[in-house]
């Protein structure tokens, strides 16, 4: 009856009792814990008091699961005021079941994912996925070994930039041992597996303009749920699209656009997060002098993704200047930076075509 009453967004594995009991979230924010055997339903706590979010915004809770030893949940809540930095509604946030629950970040996320595997070594666990965004580009974080780490993909489309329209995003097994994860109008192969810390494989695989609400590998067959208008637009079409996951190579080249900084005061020698290079077209990297004196900006890349970094180019966009560095036909990296020599203010962004 408890839960009859709630928009259930996600169920995840117990930390305690992983052999009766599932956490279960709803959207507006409560937590609850269901025993499988009995159904006792019991509340856990209120996330939007757990993680104070602010007045006057609306919570949105779409993303759960739990991996070596923590639970993970994601508020995508996001509209203008947050785009404008009046206030910052997103939550990115962990709790290990007993003491407080602690934000990792106050930017929207919309979909946490972890592959439980009996065959995991016990001091590393399962890796973890949350995938978000900001008025950047797209955050995908990734939990392994206890340790975060936080890399950046492109936009594939601004249509997306709303609570609303964000809420459909996930990832999904598809295949045995296989991830397909679709971000803000690209498709993605996504391995389950980490080395080292760090994530290997990421490609993309399509741009696309379809509403995926979800996904799910069945008899064979890849299944895509569609919500492509609803009734305020006008006729709904929720219709089913069956195929194979290599289908999806055809949809559209994989292109988009994102930024690594943005009017942003950085220190001496401070880098940006990794931004996915590899499986784009031909790429252009913007950089913005927002400052009064130079700029001293590097431009890193990692070939093989294991974090092992390299100065590709030194660049100098004078004060108040811009400058376009044209990455040449065919080079590619797995992952892209730029790292300020010198204190400066500056904005950096890509464009993959």
């Known amino acids: 009856d408890v839960l009859a009453a709630e ?3 996600a169920i995840a594995r117990h930390l305690s009792a992983p052999r009766d009991k599932v956490f279960v979230l709803a959207m507006e924010g409560p937590l609850y814990e269901l025993d499988v055997r009995t159904l006792e339903t019991t509340k856990v706590c209120d996330l939007t008091e757990e993680l104070a979010l602010p007045p006057g915004s609306q919570p949105h809770f779409k993303g759960m699961a739990s991996a070596q030893g923590r639970l993970v949940v994601a508020n995508n809540s996001y509209d203008e005021r947050d785009y404008l930095g009046k206030h910052a509604a997103g939550r990115l946030a962990w709790w290990d079941g007993e003491g407080a629950w602690e934000t990792l970040e106050e930017s929207p996320y919309i979909e946490v994912s972890a592959k439980t595997s009996p065959c995991s070594a016990a001091e590393y666990g399962d890796t973890l996925y949350a995938l978000g965004w900001d008025r950047l580009s797209v955050i995908l974080r990734v939990l392994h070994g206890g340790q ?21 995003m996930r990832i999904r097994e598809v295949q045995t041992e296989r991830y397909l994860m679709d971000a803000f109008g690209i498709f993605y192969d996504l391995s389950v597996l980490t080395y080292g810390g760090h994530v290997w494989g990421v490609r993309p695989i399509a741009s696309h303009l379809r509403v995926v609400p979800d996904l799910v590998h069945w008899r064979g067959m890849l299944v895509l749920a569609g919500d492509q208008t609803d009734n305020a637009t006008g006729q709904p079409q929720s219709g089913l699209w069956f195929g194979d996951v290599d289908d999806l190579w055809s949809w559209g080249r994989p292109a988009g656009w994102g930024a690594l900084w943005r009017d942003q005061p950085l220190e001496r020698g401070e880098a940006s997060d ?25 431009i890193e890349v990692d070939p093989l993704g294991d974090g092992d970094w390299h100065v590709l180019e030194k660049l100098t966009v004078p004060p108040g200047g811009y400058l376009a560095h044209v990455f040449p036909e065919g080079f590619g ?3 892209l930076r730029v790292r300020a020599v010198n204190a400066c203010t500056a904005t950096a962004v890509v464009h993959y075509r």
């Open 333 to 335: 990296a797995h992952w």
């Open 148 to 168: 975060w780490r936080r890399y950046r993909l492109p936009f594939g489309s601004h249509a997306w930039e709303h609570t609303w329209n964000t809420e459909w």
């Open 7 to 9: 928009r259930v967004t």
């Open 274 to 298: 990794p931004f996915l290079m590899t499986g784009f077209g031909p790429g252009t990297l913007h950089l913005a002098n927002d400052g009064e004196g130079a700029a001293w900006i590097e």
